[in-house]
């Protein structure tokens, strides 16, 4: 589900390198993209949008670290690190060459599939929170182990790049509670210069309290124009549905907004007026909301 095409990335140049290696099955080794590039262009290159999914980086992020450093001008790097058997070791040792990359306005970093859990995010985090001058951060953590901890490790040090004002979380199946997205919210409402949020909380045992917590907190967020929220196949029942549909109502700044709920009972009359009264409450360009049935 999109609220709308997605940037692009742009058309490769000496400024922007575009390495796509993604479901090679190769070893980090083999792989040699900075090779590929001649060394007097190292200092010239500016956006890196590195993939390398489904590869094997375990037990080479060091090597892959230092070769991202060789690229030491980055303002904006996507890196795409999906189903690579990092661990936590590997992405505590690539997260401490991350912060050394200082220019960086924006970063965008892919680590689903890794067995990451409370320790390597942690880690994670308390490297990443270095990198002050960041506008704009992605993190996909799909189908990991953060559980309640790791998650509130992450955004206690999240709060702490006072310059966001674009944050993008993926957090589906990662054995999240209530405590974990309560902790987020109250970190969020810290972040008052946000302006765009993107937030997948889906396949996880979230309840209708803290989707209460979450709606509280964007409610207070008075510069965020833009929420897109996936949520299905958590514990929020319809009254969940509800009660995010009906906090929702105040949150006055919001111009677009995309839900993507959890749907296991029949659409009623009463979701029915929920949606057309939120239309009318908010002064929205853009308004989707989609039901998953999951039985």
């Not at 993939?51 to 980055?74: H, R």
């Not at 790097?77 to 505590?92: A, E, P, S, V, W």
């Not at 514990?235 to 105040?250: E, P």
Request: glycine residues 6%; charged residues 20%.
């Amino acid at each position: 589900m999109k609220i709308f095409e997605r940037k692009k990335e742009p058309e490769e140049s000496e400024t922007v390198k575009i390495i796509n290696f993604g479901s090679k099955n190769k070893c980090y080794s083999q792989i040699q993209w900075l090779q590929n590039i001649p060394e007097n262009q190292h200092q010239l290159i500016n956006q890196l949008y590195l993939f390398l999914n489904q590869n094997y980086i375990g037990g080479l992020e060091e090597e892959l670290g230092k070769d991202l450093l060789q690229v030491f001008n980055l303002r904006v790097l996507h890196i795409r690190l999906g189903n690579t058997q990092m661990k936590d070791k590997g992405l505590t040792i690539l997260a401490s060459y991350i912060a050394n990359l200082t220019k960086l306005k924006s970063l965008s970093v892919s680590i689903w599939g890794n067995q990451i859990g409370q320790i390597g995010i942690s880690k994670f985090a308390e490297q990443i929170a270095k990198l002050v001058s960041l506008n704009q951060i992605e993190i996909f953590l799909g189908n990991n182990q953060l559980q309640d901890e790791g998650l509130i490790k992450l955004s206690e040090k999240i709060v702490l790049l006072e310059n966001l004002t674009i944050l993008q979380l993926s957090l589906w199946d990662n054995q999240i509670n209530d405590q974990g997205l309560i902790n987020l919210s109250l970190n969020l409402q810290n972040m008052k210069q946000l302006q765009r949020l993107y937030l997948d909380i889906s396949s996880n045992s979230i309840t209708v309290i803290g989707i209460q917590k979450l709606g509280q907190t964007i409610q207070s967020l008075k510069n965020l124009y833009f929420l897109e929220l996936i949520a299905y196949e958590n514990k929020l029942t319809l009254d969940g549905n509800q009660q995010i549909l009906m906090l929702l109502r105040n949150a006055s700044s919001l111009k677009f907004l995309s839900l993507n709920l959890d749907n296991r009972f029949e659409i009623n009359s009463v979701n029915t007026k929920l949606y057309s009264s939120l239309k009318k409450a908010l002064r929205l360009i853009y308004l989707k909301i989609e039901e998953i049935n999951n039985f």
